[in-house]
């Protein structure tokens, strides 16, 4: 087992880094949420880079790249709150339609002309599908009802859930950054904020869980792209991890800003928002957890020494 | 130790109950069951007048002052009834609750007969002036100045997280009177009229898209001299005075909306199936012991009548509290589900439960934060060494 990534693997998730925070920064978020929270030119930006083709093969003109590439760039995605159904159309619909043998849209997909998120049973909501818009507490997110012909197919739902989870993780690195940020500048009692343990207990322990949340997020890519037995007890794994991270690192980083942090003028707030959002979609934290105790206890996980880890 | 309530309590109760529900079903039916300080505010000050005309406004102070010198049992069960009855939060709390009794506590005679009737009646609302942008946690480093000028004092800084300012009519103000001190010395505690041109309040939207607070500007702003309360350089010990109010009686009174919260989550997970996952079922069960372990804290607090001394309930009363809710919140959340993710409207406007989750994140920093309650208990209740601190 080796959890090291190939220089080119690296290359791709912090050019998607760099290119996010150079064009979608906090100023970016603020337009959107007031102007319109769609803009064709960001897509667009995305489908250039050709984030939209990573996961389909290059016979059908994508860059043929797996789901452990797929998700460090969601990781970014998260990070940088991006609100473009980039996630769900290129790293959920567009393996799953492959997968499907459905290669009708993908053309589509790859060129940006479509946006396509997949309706999946356990899901209520559906981003930025047609009909009559519901105002989601994500002031960023579109939602429309699903519709009732939604899938009940399981790999839908683990890609779904492990995209949610690499999502997640890059939004709780970007809210303990900024809580991290508050604390060194804020000061009372004069000092920083951030110098007392009170304070820098909280933001150590998110990085514990976000530390531990990460290469569960991995594995879970690396299993659910090898298509192993217990790849869906890896992905229930990993959202599990993933969502407490980042809802500790909600909870914390608005604490850590005080009052500040319950306004709608620091920007925290939509990082907060889209972390509960993902917590509860793809499966919601007694979903996955039930997955988890039935493939434990349940037997589908073998257990003794000559099945560590399995 | 005397547990329960006698009949003539009892008998109380009935007359609060009939008389809140029977406005709450009647003239006052359509501010029933509104969880937001801001909603229908002008509907929510002619409450406050009903209240005063019937006597109900502030049943805790004298009768000299428009109370009914009501006991701590009574004042108890008038809390509870009202939250009970879905009659929304007082929009003049910080009048009846604080400044009032800051009033009574502290004021000379001439500045109750000026203030006291006017918040009895609920013509006189108040908002509360103590943090600023560089003075939160570190309330004693307030720099917003205050100078005695031709019989006036004159005030010029910044006021934050006014709650209510918009609707106000006058605020209660820790002012810097002395140059050069630092800290809790040279505050003074000031009485203003809000509506003046040396005062200028901004809204601050929350992320729950609601507007209670405010920012507070003063620019000259001009209050008469004899609107201080206590003396120049008094205003640390009448600001602390003041917050010992604030984990009063109106803790009980929350506690029956705690209670009502509980029950929304309870019927929220009978209906929709989460009551059938263990995970939940045992969060409800907790959460039903720390509403009933807050319970008997408050009451012991409210027992104890040495309000010199604050003893270890009071102490540490407002983290448990603060985290219970917010563990609440999140606890709703999982209940709903998905469904919580939604707005009632089109607005960004939210019902109770997910109004809750986002809400209770204040709690816990609102009124001293749990690291501030935590050092607050560690050092005063424990006698622990005090935080190392910075250069003042």
Known sequence: MDFRFTDDQLLLATSVREYLAGTHGTQVLR?????????????????????????????????????VEAA????????????????????????????????????????????????????????????????????????????HDASEDPYLLDLGALMSAAQLVGI???????????????SQFGQPIGAFQAIKHQLASCMVAIEFARPVVWRAAAALQAGGA?????????????????????????????????????????????????????????????????AVIGGTIPIGPEHTFA | MKLGFSPQEEAFRAECADWLQAQMTGEFRDIRGITTL??????????????????????????????????????????????????????????????????????????????????????????????????GSDLASV???????????????????????????????????????????GLTFLMMPLDQPGIEVRGIT???????????????????????????????????????????????????????????????ARANGAAGDPLIRQRIARAEIGLRLMRYGALRMLSNTDHSKIDGAALTYKIQWATWRRSLGELAMDVLGQAGEIAEGEAYEWGTLPNLFLYSRADTIYGGTNQIQRNLIAERGLALPREPRGDL
């Not at chain 1, 990781?75 to 609100?83: F, M, N, Q, T, W």
């Not at chain 1, 997968?99 to 309706?119: H, L, M, N, Q």
């Not at chain 1, 925290?268 to 934290?285: I, N």
């Open chain 1, 31 to 67: 337009r959107l949420d007031e102007q319109g929270n769609r803009d064709p030119a960001i897509w667009q930006g995305l489908v250039d880079m050709g984030l939209t083709g990573v996961l389909v093969p290059e016979a059908l003109g994508g860059l043929g790249m797996g789901l």
């Open chain 1, 72 to 147: 460090l760039i969601a990781v970014e995605c998260g990070r940088a709150c991006l609100a473009e159904p980039l996630v769900d159309t290129a790293f959920v619909a567009a393996p799953w339609l492959v997968r499907e043998g459905r290669t009708d849209a993908i053309a589509g997909i790859v060129d940006g002309s479509r946006k396509i998120v997949p309706a999946h049973a356990i899901n209520p909501w559906l981003a930025d599908g047609e009909g009559a818009r519901l105002q989601s507490v994500d002031p960023l997110r579109n939602l429309t009802t699903a519709p």
């Open chain 1, 172 to 186: 709780a690195d970007a809210m303990l950054e900024q809580a991290t940020d508050y604390a060194k500048l804020r």
């Open chain 1, 230 to 294: 217990h790849a869906a007890t890896h992905v229930s794994h990993a959202k599990l991890a993933a969502t407490d991270a980042a809802m500790l690192t909600a909870e914390t980083a608005i604490q850590v800003h005080g009052a500040m942090g319950y306004t709608y003028e620091v920007d925290l707030h939509f990082w907060m928002k889209r972390a509960w959002a993902l917590s509860g979609a793809w499966g919601s934290r007694a979903f996955h957890v039930r997955r988890l105790d039935e």
């Open chain 2, 38 to 135: 801001t909603a229908k505010a002008e509907r929510r000050k002619e409450w406050e007048q009903h209240l005063g005309e019937h006597g109900w406004s502030c049943i805790g102070w004298p009768k000299a002052w428009g109370g009914r010198d009501a006991t701590l049992a009574e004042q108890v069960i008038f809390a509870e009834e009202y939250a009970r009855a879905g009659v929304p939060g007082r929009v003049n709390h910080i009048g009846i609750e604080l400044a009032g009794p800051t009033i009574l506590a502290f004021g000379t005679e001439e500045q109750k007969r000026r203030f006291l009737p006017g918040i009895a009646a609920g013509s006189t609302i108040f908002c509360q002036g103590f943090s600023e942008p560089g003075a």
């Open chain 2, 143 to 185: 720099r917003t100045k205050g100078r005695l000028e031709g019989g006036e004092w004159v005030v010029n800084g910044q006021k934050i997280w006014t709650s209510l300012a918009h609707i106000s009519d006058w605020i209660f103000v820790v002012t810097r009177t002395e140059d050069g001190s630092k800290g809790p010395k």
């Open chain 2, 206 to 268: 929350q992320i729950n898209g609601d507007a209670e607070f405010n920012e507070t500007f003063f620019t000259d702003a001009r209050c008469p001299a004899d609107s201080m309360i206590g003396g120049v350089g008094d205003g640390w010990k009448i600001a602390m005075g003041l917050l010992a109010f604030e984990r009063g009686v109106s803790t009980l009174g929350q506690q029956m909306a705690f209670r009502n919260e509980l029950d929304e989550i309870i019927a929220a």
